[in-house]
Each structure stands twice: as structure tokens, then as C-alpha cells.
DNA sequence: CCCGACCTTAACGCAACCTTAAACCGCACC
DNA sequence: GGTGCGGTTTAAGGTTGCGTTAAGGTCGGG
């Protein structure tokens, strides 16, 4: 579930760097060359983020913005050639979520975007607040979210990104059933599994670093997909 | 328990967009119009920080400041539409914790209420003001806020202020897992990374000082970020 | 007894990561 | 205003952990 970028210029050079840019990051980008565009756009198309160059024909970015802010709620970076700051007072006053100036590094402007849609949807195990790390007790494993790591009866055993995830998944659920589709979707945070084989080797390997005392913790469910005993 | 955060500006929108971002960041947000509002939701309702607008009708951003800490004690955040530094040297001498110059963008407030308020109640709440000198012991790591510097079984090992910011996030929470992203923000206390190489750069100098018989300090984990090893 | 589903292992390759060194930059000192 | 210094940034090449792939084995239901 890629996000979906508006990108709305009247140059069309700018918006193809920035496509460029953002596509290599694996947002889908799509273009406005006008403000009319942008605000059809946004209300048609489902809008992840929207960057706006203020001095646009037509509609100009701070109308299409104060549009933004009376009918949804999403993110919106401002592209400003004038870096004069009275522009940048009603830009943000307007409710702009930030702010670039021209001329600008493409890097830059990514980094914003990527830093504002990860605060925007709080999203990716939502650091921050230090008291998310609530371990997950199941039987004799816990799993400890903010140091990544689990432990069997105090025991620490290392787990890899893909493992932690799969494990956190199981031990917030754990009894219930999850198919390989569900345990790929979890672990690898991607939505299309080309292969199930990935899964099964990792489910190998994190029964081979579970096995102890030959205690089942994964069970296997023909034609189903995988459980995690409760007890 | 979330932490509750005052917001007081005369402008409406500006509340309103910080608000909007504080609520999503999980705190608690409460609202004064003018300088005696301010003043009275201070001493009335449990505050754990508040912003400060400086000119503000009636009693302004000062003096509520002044009042502040005569009879309270709470990190204070000022706002300010001028960004002289006289401004910015009158508020941190009335005891302001931290500035901001409207205008601002969102998440630079967001970032620096969050500093302030893990700097503030960092360990084991509120301590005494300017008492940030508590030394934070990791194994057989020590590390001194006050003189910036980090000890090893007694011996001395000089830190920039990069590394020594780096090694206090990592310190005051051992053993918890940090994106690079997070560590960039504490340690160069800004909120975009452009590249993530700077981090690494820096993660490798800090290994090289605190390499000591082959002892792993810092740990990577691939995908997610860095640990401090608790013991 | 057969077949499809699942398991296991080992080799592979690539992206993430490490390290080093040189360039750059701000700052203090002359 | 040079000049030297410490620290940060950039760049480039090397390394490796881990997910992928593939291939052969095992299990279990019909």
C-alpha cells in the first residue's frame, strides 16, 4: 500500500524531478499542472500527501490549501520560489504541515514528505511515546517490542526484523490462526507474496531458535497456515 | 498517562494546527486565549508543558513566564513572531527551556516539545531544574551530562557533541531499539536526515572509542536501527 | 501408495551496513 | 584576515547478514 503523492506545479520540469524522486522512494506520484487540477484531484483520486507550488495559474496554492483544509484532512507541503517570510507566515497560518522554498534539493524535499507522512499517520510500531514498549508475555516467551528482542524463560534469543515482526504478530494473537499471506503481509510489510516458500524457511528458522526441550511453540495447520500455542 | 500541554497563543489558527499535531503525537492538549487564562490553567489543572505565545493581549508571554516560575516549575516552550535574538535572549534568561520563532513548521514544534519533555522528566519524574547532572550508568559506562563526558571503568573518553547527544538517547534508554532517523534527530537535533550515512559515520566512531576487549557496545540491528547492550 | 503440501538445508546475491580518508566548515587564536 | 584545528559531511570501496531461491526430503490424507 504504496502512499499517493499530488504533486502540484505549473512547471513541468519541477514536477518531474520530484516524481522521479519520490517514485524511487515508492510513493505513487501523481501531477496537477494548475490548482483546479489539484483541488479535482484531491477530491476524486484518494490523496495520501499534497505538495502545492503557491504561484500557480489560476487557482493559486494558498486557495487550493484553505479548499484542502475545508473538505479533507491531509498533509500539505508548500513550494515557494520567494522565500520572503510573510509567504511563509500565511502558508503555515493557513494550515500549511510545512514549508520548502525554491530552488530546493530533491533529497530534501523527500525527506520532508517521508518525515511528515510518517508523523501524519503515526505508522511503522509509532516511536515516540518511550511507554509503547509493554512486552508481549506468552507461556514462557516474552517478547520485548522496544529492545527487539525475546526472551524464553529469561533466556535472550536474537531475532531478525522479519522474525521480530512475525513473532509480534503471533504473540498478540497468539491461539489464533494466521495464513502465509497474513504472516507475509505482517513481516515483510509488503502486500503481494510472489512466493509462500520465504515464509515457511523463516517460520523454519524461528522454530529452530524457539526448539527447546521439544516444546512446540509453532503449529502447523494443513491448508490453513500457522498457530501459536497458548500454553 | 499522557502528558498535558498548554498551548497559549491569541491567534486561534495557531492553536488549532498545534493541537491538531500534538493530539496525534498521544498528548493531552488544553487552550488559553490570552496571558491571564494562561496563568490560571497553570495553577488550576495539572500541566506538564506549556507554550508560550509572547505577545499576547492582556499579560503577555513574559510575564506569564515570570509567574511561571515563581510558583510552579514546568519546562516552558516561548513562541515569538519576531526572531530577533534579543527576544530569544530575554525569554532564556526569564528561564525559558526552549524557542521557537513563528513561523514555524508543525513538527518542528512537535519535536521540540517532545525533547523538552523527555529532557525534563527523563528520569524518574520532574527532578530539580538544572539538575540535569545526573549521571547515567550503563554497565560499566558512565555518563556525565554536565561535563559531556563518558567513563569506562573510570577512564576517561572524550565525546563530541554529536556522539555525546547520541550516547545520552542511548542511555537513558538501554537496551531499546533506535531507527536511524530517531538517533539523527537526537543527535543533530534536527528533523530531516537528507542521508542516513551521517548516522552511520558517527555509530562507527563511537564503536572505535568504545571498543574495549572486544566487548559489543552498540549492536545493530539490520532494517530497524541500533541498540545499546543493557549489560 | 500416491500426490500435494509442507519442511529443511545450503548456496547465492544484494541491499544495508561499515570504514576510511579526504573535503569542507566554523571557530579560535595569532 | 590568515592559519590551524577539531568536528562534521561527503564519497567511495569493501564487507556481510539476511532474505531469497532452489532442490531434495518428509509427512499425511485420501
Redesign the pocket.
Known amino acids: 500500500m504504496a502512499y499517493r503523492i499530488l504533486v502540484a506545479d505549473d512547471e513541468a520540469e519541477i514536477r518531474e524531478v520530484l516524481r522521479l524522486y519520490l517514485e524511487k522512494e515508492g510513493y505513487e506520484v501523481v501531477e496537477a499542472a494548475d490548482g483546479t487540477e489539484a483541488v479535482r484531484m484531491i477530491r476524486e483520486e484518494k490523496i495520501d500527501l499534497a505538495l502545492l507550488d503557491i504561484m500557480m495559474p489560476g487557482m493559486d496554492g494558498y486557495r487550493v490549501l484553505r479548499n484542502v483544509r475545508e473538505e479533507n484532512n491531509l498533509p500539505v507541503i508548500m513550494l515557494s520560489a520567494k522565500s520572503s517570510d510573510s509567504d511563509k507566515i500565511l502558508g503555515l497560518d493557513l494550515g500549511a504541515d510545512d514549508y520548502i522554498t525554491k530552488p530546493f534539493v530533491p533529497l530534501e524535499a523527500v525527506a520532508r514528505v517521508k518525515s511528515n507522512l510518517r508523523r501524519f499517520y503515526a505508522l511503522g510500531a509509532g516511536e515516540s511515546r518511550s511507554g509503547q514498549g509493554a512486552a508481549l508475555q506468552v507461556g514462557n516467551l516474552r517478547l520485548e517490542p522496544d529492545s527487539c528482542l525475546l526472551y524464553r524463560n529469561g533466556e535472550r534469543i536474537?531475532l531478525?526484523?522479519?522474525?521480530f515482526r512475525i513473532m509480534k504478530l503471533f504473540m498478540e494473537n497468539p491461539g489464533r490462526v494466521f495464513t502465509?499471506q497474513q504472516i507475509f503481509e505482517a513481516g515483510?510489510e509488503e502486500a503481494y507474496m510472489?512466493?509462500?516458500?520465504?515464509v515457511?524457511?523463516?517460520?523454519?528458522?524461528l522454530?529452530?531458535k524457539l526448539e527447546h526441550e521439544g516444546k512446540e511453540y509453532i503449529r502447523?495447520?494443513?491448508?490453513?497456515?500457522?498457530r501459536m500455542e497458548k500454553e
Chains 1, 2 share one sequence.
Open positions: 536474537e531478525t526484523s522479519v522474525e502465509k515483510w510472489v512466493s509462500d516458500n520465504n515457511m524457511v523463516c517460520i523454519s528458522k522454530r529452530a502447523t495447520i494443513r491448508g490453513l497456515g500457522y
